[in-house]
């Protein structure tokens, strides 16, 4: 009796030991989790803080305002360059005529502005012999250092911009003729060499182009191959032997595809080169196993006893699968697509050997023009010599983000919308 | 339904292929070198802009990449032109020819300088090839001597290359093996600097493979590291790091100039005018090449030479030389004016 009740204590203590332990051990685990959780959204938010910190600014762009004559004669002669000079010689009278000053003074407007001027004359002829006050984009150094990214206090060697240039910079703010406005040409333009004039609408039509044809070839093509592996095939080794295959080709390197694209699409094919049907043809191959897979997980979880009541109401397989299954595992399939775009959206690896990684000024208007796409935009900036395509990467980067935003956003809501409940 | 589907998107396919190949090309497809590119692309831009024909469509694929393809054949499946950042090799010409494209018309742009930097913060140093091969060579001589046996680079700090230099790690960042920015650095500065050592030298005569492997060799245990392609990511973690040095091209120097410093190598800066003269040791050439065939067939070809090699580009003011090209002497480019105009084709490499 007192054998039994000291043990029966005994246990109790170590029950209760135990108890603690894994109270403590389940305590632990959470804490893992929640740190875990921190580090995750601590990289993120430093990610986002470091882009868009650099970023932002490059939504806005120094300007400055020229007064100009359009000479009539020269516009006949079609002097754009004269005519610049003298506007620019008229706001900065001080400035001598010699070769290296007229350059220094060119220097202060964006390189591109003499075309500007040509373009404002053929926009609007009736310009012709009148004078206009014009804002003009600003040159590089000049910009960057409106912005505040070149520090005056360093020893005029050192930096990129020259003492006089300063103190007309100092000038024209004091005459109101400088300002910080909405980078309209960056939502406007293709790409350039200037990064005062470059734009990302060449690379945001190039990328919707090529995601176009990723939709309307992978879409199709991934959504009946997962009905028919689904509903219609017979389990065999050759069914599951595909199975494996397109289990496999979800995880292979996609500059894999690009190769095979390249000898495939482009040399056998003879699509064009860095155009958006190649690309776009590329990025279906690799986004096919992503929505075959996803398609086919939404399908399966469609209870069967949907297509069976169809059928014992006389519905064939087909019906039953199109009018019955399908529309349920429609968000499924739709969020599977989504993703895939996704994914395809931000790859580059494989449009680098479709020749998408390339320098196209000119906006492409259909599928076999020359183009380029966003995160190959993105690279070619990061790696440009001039300061100021460190915030047009940076602010390319965040138009790319909120494009995959929008687009996972999109597969939510598509999700919410459809789903049914049974 | 299945079957009708892919039939139908292989028919959409097929149709699309046809008209792409039936469809001729009114833009120049050009290729090549990432270190041209900064250059060939500001003229398609100007070029594109002041004429009535389209901007051509540049990629940057390397040199090498892109001789592939420029040599691949003729039509308007292939490039028109490619750059380049060392001369074409005779293999690459031979491979041209193979493939029908017998006319290959080459062209000399100007110079690009390498340099080696470090951050403002840092002391200013005075390099010479000589202390660049014993700092970063996989293999020097014992004792940093004339003479010596071969060993595996010992050097840690650049005081141990020369009592001159700072007493701190050798930390260079540098281009990747596939970059044309080190092969041309590992020719011209690493070669330069075996040179200086007579024995070294004279193995090129005895076995040309051994000497290679010895004076082009960069050491693989941690000093040298490789940065990537980006030159922009270099420049940021030099003005991070004040012990590091940097490896990359001069234009990306005369960008940077509040965060780096050029070192001098032989006693030369690398200044502008040093490197248009030929005085800085660490310079190399820059061409493009363009497929004669191609010219009057594919628009704009003729005249995007033109603008290539108008004094308002290439000259010693033009706007090229504001992007760091550095131009070329008077005589060459005089000769490589004429060339551009006659559309001499290379006779042999």
Not at chain 1, 384 to 406: D, H, N, Q, W, Y
Not at chain 2, 54 to 63: F, L, M, N
């Amino acid at each position: 009796m007192t054998s039994t009740a000291l043990s029966t204590i005994s246990s109790q203590a170590a029950a209760n030991r135990l108890l603690l332990r894994r109270k403590r051990a389940e305590r632990r685990f959470q804490l893992y989790g929640i740190l875990a959780i921190s580090a995750a959204v601590g990289f993120l938010i430093v990610f986002l803080a470091s882009i868009v910190s650099r970023g932002y600014m490059g939504f806005v762009q120094t300007e400055v305002q020229l007064t100009v004559n359009f000479d009539a004669e020269l516009i006949e002669a079609g002097s754009y360059r004269t005519i610049l000079r003298t506007s620019l010689a008229e706001l900065f009278p001080d400035a001598g005529s010699s070769r290296a000053e007229r350059r220094a003074l060119a220097g202060m407007v964006s390189a591109g502005t003499v075309f500007v001027l040509r373009e404002t004359v053929e926009a609007d002829p009736a310009i012709a012999g009148t004078v206009q006050d014009v804002w003009v984009l600003a040159s590089d150094p000049v910009d960057q250092f409106y912005k505040g990214r070149i520090d005056a206090a360093l020893p005029e060697g050192e930096r990129p911009i020259s003492d006089a240039s300063l103190a007309r910079i100092a000038a024209l703010e004091e005459a109101g003729r400088i300002a910080l406005r909405f980078n309209r040409s960056f939502f406007s333009r293709g790409d350039s060499r200037n990064p005062e004039e470059a734009g990302i609408l060449g690379a945001i039509v190039g990328s919707a182009l090529a995601l176009l044809v990723t939709l309307v070839v992978s879409f199709p093509i991934g959504v009946m191959t997962a009905v028919y592996l689904e509903a219609f095939a017979p389990r065999n080794r050759i069914t599951r032997l595909i199975e494996i295959n397109i289990n496999n080709l979800a995880a292979v390197p996609s500059i894999v595809f690009g190769l095979l694209g390249l000898a495939v699409f482009l040399n056998v094919f003879g699509l064009p080169r860095s155009a958006p049907v190649s690309g776009g043809l590329v990025l279906s191959l690799m986004t096919l196993p992503t929505i075959i897979i996803s398609s086919r997980a939404a399908i399966r979880a469609v209870p069967p006893s949907f297509a069976e009541a169809a059928m014992g109401l006389g519905a064939s397989r087909v019906q039953a699968i199109f009018h019955h299954v399908l529309p349920v595992a429609a968000p499924g399939t739709l969020t599977g697509a989504i993703i895939g775009m996704a994914q395809a959206l931000g790859e580059t690896a494989p449009l680098l050997m479709m020749g998408m990684v390339a320098f196209v000024v000119e906006v492409p208007g259909g599928f076999t023009d020359p183009s380029t796409v966003l995160p190959a935009q993105v690279y070619l900036w990061a790696d440009s010599p001039e300061r100021g395509f460190a915030e047009k990467t940076a602010a390319a980067i965040i138009v790319l983000l909120g494009f995959l935003l929008v687009m996972n956003g999109l597969a939510v809501y598509l999700r919410r919308k459809f789903e049914k409940q049974w | 339904m299945h079957n009708r589907l892919v039939a139908a998107v292989f028919v959409a396919g097929a149709v699309v292929a046809a008209a792409g190949a039936a469809q001729a090309r009114d833009q120049i497809n050009i290729v090549g070198s990432s270190t041209v590119y900064p250059f060939a692309t500001v003229v398609a831009e100007t070029f594109g802009r002041g004429s009535d024909f389209k901007t051509p469509k540049i990629e940057s694929t390397g040199s090498g990449g892109g001789m592939k393809l420029f040599c691949a054949g003729l039509g308007t499946d292939h490039p028109d032109i490619t750059n380049a950042s060392r001369r074409m090799k005779s293999s690459e010409l031979e491979k041209c020819r193979e493939n029908g494209v017998m006319d290959v018309v080459e062209i000399k742009i100007g110079y690009d300088g390498i340099v080696v930097a470090n951050a403002n913060a840092a002391p200013e140093v005075q390099l010479t090839l000589r202390h660049l091969f014993l700092a970063l060579a996989k293999q020097v001589p014992e004792g940093n001597q004339e003479g010596g046996q071969l060993v595996d680079n010992p050097n840690q700090m650049w005081s141990d290359v020369d009592p001159s230099l700072p007493n701190v790690a050798i930390e260079v960042l540098g281009p990747p093996p596939t970059s044309g920015t080190r092969d041309a650095f590992n020719e011209l500065a690493i070669e330069g600097g075996c040179k200086t050592f007579p024995g070294l030298k004279a193995i090129k005569k005895e076995d040309k493979n051994r000497y290679k492997a010895i004076c082009r060799g960069i050491r693989e245990d941690g000093a040298y590291i490789e940065a990537g392609e980006n030159d922009n990511l270099i420049v940021q973690k030099l003005a991070e790091n004040p012990n590091a040095f940097g490896v990359f091209g001069f234009s990306f120097l005369d960008q940077n100039r509040d965060a780096v410093k050029g070192a001098s190598i032989d006693g030369v800066a690398p200044e502008f005018e040093n490197i248009a003269t030929r005085a800085y040791p660490v310079s190399r050439p820059l061409y493009f090449y363009v497929k004669k065939a191609h010219v009057d067939v594919i628009p704009g070809i003729r005249e995007y030479i033109g603008a290539f090699t108008s004094d308002d580009a290439w000259g010693d003011e033009g706007y090229l030389t504001d992007r760091g090209l550095i131009p070329l002497p008077t005589d060459e480019r005089a000769q490589f004016g004429d060339n551009a105009v006659n559309l001499t084709p290379l006779e042999s490499l």
